[in-house]
């Protein structure tokens, strides 16, 4: 009797695809990883784990730290060992992904390479979402080579669904400065004619050190813009982009009706975290940054407390 059961069940095993063993909430995620800190995958893995996502991820670097350290060691993986991944993946019927969520990008021929990863997911689940971080620089200065910008430019904004570039990164996608609300709408729709639906500008610094955060969403041909002002939270730190995306991720999946709702709990949570942050100290070998205590706020992740409420207006 028992061998028989287990020959059932068996049998029932190899009837489902592995698509349908992972139907929950399934993130490849692509983007960096230090062994110690919470930047890139470091950062965003557990944040998604948190709110209930299954997450598989490929890492761009492995790094000792972030580069805000005096120094740093690791490795970059290259477009062609990306490419000998998926290759793994797609043979075992493992390209089975809700969303692809990528970051910082090291390389021209990484960043590539993504398409390809976008076209592969994308053939096996035709409701695949792209939420892209376009990781290109910060304080008015670019990080990676400009040659990357046109590449996000003309091949991976136009596959997004969503994407969350910083203030700065909106200024060097569209070419205008963004530095408040009027300008962040105009960028919002010139994005928008790239091809995503949903545009996120995030840390607009405005006057009395408040940050502003600006959602754009284009749905039934109609664009709906939410803002939001919150302070500006003592110190520097890597990371918090990372745990934006993750966040807006989490929160849209959830929201799918209600943008303004999920803007709400990510910057909520977002504030709550970095709070926490900034009452640590910095380390003895770093000039200016601290690291995200994002253990630490657990419970900010998984319950979000609202504390900052929207204003929306339609175009």
């Known amino acids: 009797m028992d061998v028989d059961i287990q020959e059932n069940v068996g049998e029932k095993r190899e009837e489902r695809s592995p698509y349908e063993l992972d139907k929950i909430n399934s993130v490849l995620s692509i983007q960096s990883h230090t062994v110690h800190g919470y930047v890139g995958n470091r950062c965003a893995v557990f944040t998604l784990q948190l709110r209930g996502f299954e997450v598989d991820f490929i890492n761009s670097v492995q790094f000792s730290n972030h580069t805000g350290y005096k120094t740093f060691k690791g490795q970059v993986l290259e477009g062609a060992e990306l490419s000998d991944l998926l290759l793994g993946l797609e043979a075992n019927g493992l390209l089975c992904y809700n969303y692809l969520l990528t970051g910082y990008i090291r390389s021209v021929e990484f960043l590539h390479a993504i398409v390809e990863v976008h076209s592969r997911l994308k053939a096996a689940n035709p409701d695949l979402r792209y939420v892209c971080d376009p990781v290109l620089g910060d304080d008015d200065k670019l990080y990676v080579p400009q040659e990357m910008v046109e590449i996000y430019k003309s091949d991976l904004i ?145 319950c979000p407390n609202i504390v900052f409420q929207v204003t929306e207006m339609c175009l």
Request: proline content about 6%; overall charge negative.
């Open 158 to 302: 136009p596959l997004s669904n969503i994407i969350t570039p910083n203030h700065f990164e909106a200024e060097v996608l569209t070419g205008i400065s963004v530095r408040n609300q009027a300008q962040a709408v105009q960028a919002c729709k010139l994005l928008h004619e790239m091809g995503p639906k949903v545009v996120v500008i995030t840390s607009i610094p405005i006057p009395d050190n408040d940050l502003l955060v600006v959602l754009s969403e284009i749905k039934d041909d109609k664009q709906s813009i939410y803002t939001l002002t919150c302070p500006k939270v003592s110190g520097r730190y890597h990371g918090t982009g990372d745990l934006m995306a993750a966040l807006l991720l989490a929160n849209i999946h959830e929201e799918p009706m209600n943008a303004g709702a999920a803007l709400e709990k990510t910057v909520s949570t977002m504030y709550a975290v970095m709070q926490r942050s900034a009452a640590g100290p910095i380390p003895t070998d770093v000039a200016t940054f601290k690291e995200l205590k994002l253990i630490q706020s657990k419970n900010d992740i998984e």
